[in-house]
């Protein structure tokens, strides 16, 4: 049993590891965070200001490589509509929606087992 779940885990890895990547490419390929800066007349200067600072020049590999790095070491970014890491936002999200599954998963089982 041990040996069949060490292995699952381990196919999974390039799974994850196609998956993060193919989604990493789709939204660079769509969204571009340094257009917020193309206003006004130093706009070509704020954007390759940006794109240096974010190191969006580089090559996809290269992006992902560094995203992927930094996302291991716990470093996911800043959120751009809080103004604050990204791990802070998602931890401070964490306890409601756990309460959110348990008080889910506690009412839909008292209903289906007074249905069934």
């Given at each position: ?14 799974v994850i590891l196609i998956a ?75 306890w409601p929606t756990l309460q ?17």
């Open positions: 049993m041990i040996t069949y779940i060490s292995r699952r885990a381990l196919y999974s890895i390039p993060s990547f193919l989604l990493f490419f789709a939204v660079r390929a769509t969204f571009d965070p340094c257009v917020k800066f193309a206003l006004g007349r130093e706009g070509a200067q704020n954007v390759r200001r940006c794109q240096d600072n974010f190191h969006l020049n580089d090559g996809i590999f290269s992006q992902y490589g560094r995203w992927l790095g930094d996302a291991a070491q716990g470093d996911l970014g800043l959120s751009e509509q809080k103004n604050q890491s990204v791990s802070t936002v998602l931890s401070d999200g964490m959110l599954i348990f008080w889910g998963i506690l009412i839909s089982a008292v209903v289906s087992v007074a249905l069934g």
